[in-house]
């Protein structure tokens, strides 16, 4: 049976991953591989419920409550969907996965990148993508864009500055780190431009 793939997209709000996972979707169709969409936190009923939790403003959430719900609901994600459908050898393509965890709770919310590494491990039973493919863009240049879509933001969209400025920093370290697995694209060109260097990053992938 051949090799069920996972394909995460990471970067800040604003970053157009919503726009990339659509086309990249189609360009893998065009190329004879099909794709299951899927998307963090969420995919499964029960993450999606602790998702409309962890982004609901109303709710005051202790930054370490916050880290341990997206792990839950990531937890269950790996159990229902993405181990069995990796296992019987589909594709997944996963909007976020651990690496928004340590950029965001990890840095952002100052936890500790250590301290969000051994959790999301234990969450995942060791489960890492094999290609991550992180859109970079200046965190006000994403608040900008996020902003003109319209829509209300959610806790995390609220937050100040000073938070993307560590959760962009986070991002950038985590791609210096792991460069063979972290594929930084810039988020600011053209979505045709975007979508071509993202099917470019899969191509060892594709064979």
């Not at 726009?19 to 794709?35: K, P």
């Not at 976020?96 to 590494?117: C, I």
């Amino acid at each position: 049976m051949p090799a069920g793939r996972l394909i995460t997209v990471e970067g800040l709000d604003g970053a157009g991953k919503t726009t990339l996972i659509g086309a990249l979707a189609g360009a893998l169709h065009e190329r004879g591989r099909e794709v299951l969409v899927l998307r963090e936190p969420g995919g499964v009923a029960l993450s999606e419920r602790i998702r409309e939790l962890v982004k609901d403003p109303a709710f005051d959430t202790d930054p370490h409550a916050e880290a341990l719900l997206y792990a839950a609901a990531r937890a269950q994600l790996v159990a229902e969907q993405l181990r069995p459908l990796l296992d019987a050898g589909r594709w997944l393509l996963l909007d976020r996965f651990v690496d928004s965890s340590l950029a965001y709770q990890g840095a952002g919310r100052n936890v500790g990148m250590e301290e969000m590494r051994r959790l999301n491990a234990f969450a995942t039973r060791g489960l890492m993508p094999d290609r991550t493919l992180l859109l970079r863009i200046d965190p006000r240049a994403g608040l900008a864009r996020a902003t003109a879509r319209g829509q209300d933001f959610d806790r995390l969209e609220r937050e100040d500055p000073t938070f993307f400025d560590r959760v962009a920093r986070a991002y950038d370290e985590l791609a210096a780190a792991e460069p063979e697995r972290i594929v930084v694209i810039d988020a600011t060109q053209e979505p045709r431009a975007v979508l071509a260097e993202a099917v470019r990053a899969l191509g060892p992938l594709l064979g």
